[in-house]
């Protein structure tokens, strides 16, 4: 099993028509979560930080993304269900034995980053094909395989991932006699409620998946 991250700066990103619009539109997409996959489409939670005097509206006038439900809008953007035929999309997709890490996305600032993890053959095939298709600035492959517990958890969640659960941890949201909510551990860390939520449960699932490995 290999787990690889790939990074894309931001000035590489305009080389491809469809992200370079996005970046047009928005300061940062970020995808949050898959909400339905099909065979040539998948449904994402994604929040989406507009750029000044541009509107949701513009993003379903894009040739591979459409805006199928808004749910709420504060000042991290706003977070909307987009269902997405994006071609790096659907060959993740299609090919077998991978998994895509959420959250990952796109950021005028930052650039992009994609985690993947799966065997190592298919995920070779992946990053041949990305190669092609996109070709990422830094390509960094971890194994699962770690000496000490902390690298195995650093490799399996992402670093948002582990923030959140830290604070959320010291803040006694894990204890027996719980007194903490999730919206104040948000306001806390200056993100939306949705936002924070979605971490803290992806972060859970990547961590239970480990558990019940272990235990086979």
């Known amino acids: 099993m290999r787990k690889v991250i790939l990074r894309w700066k931001t000035s590489s990103l305009h080389g491809a028509k469809e992200i370079s619009e996005i970046l ?7 995808i949050l979560g898959h909400l339905a996959i099909s065979e040539k489409s998948v449904t994402q939670l994604a929040e989406i ?3 000044e005097g541009k509107n949701i509206e513009s993003i379903s006038k894009l040739d591979n993304f459409e805006i199928t439900e ?3 809008e504060n000042d991290d953007g706003v977070l909307v269900s987009l269902f997405c035929t994006h071609p790096l999309a659907i060959s993740a997709i299609e090919l077998s034995n991978i998994h895509i890490h959420p959250p990952y996305g796109i950021s005028e600032e930052n650039g992009m980053e994609l985690r993947i993890s799966g065997l190592s053959k298919s995920v070779s095939r992946f990053i041949r094909l990305i190669r ?7 390509i960094s492959v971890q194994t699962f395989q770690k000496e000490d517990n902390r690298s195995i958890w650093e490799s399996i969640l992402t670093d948002r991932q582990i923030e959140v659960l830290k604070h959320a941890t010291r803040k006694g949201f894990y204890s027996m006699d719980r007194n903490v909510t999730l919206k104040q551990l948000a306001d806390e ?12 449960r992806r972060a859970e699932v990547e961590i239970m998946n480990k558990v019940m490995k272990d235990l086979e």
């Not at 092609?132 to 830094?138: A, E, F, I, T, W």
């Not at 860390?189 to 803290?200: F, K, L, P, Q, V």
């Open 24 to 30: 047009e539109l928005c300061e940062r997409m970020e």
């Open 132 to 138: 092609m298709v996109l070709p990422p600035d830094n």
């Open 49 to 51: 930080k507009l750029k």
């Open 70 to 72: 808004i749910h709420e």
């Open 189 to 200: 860390m200056n993100m939306a409620r949705s936002t924070y939520g979605e971490h803290i």
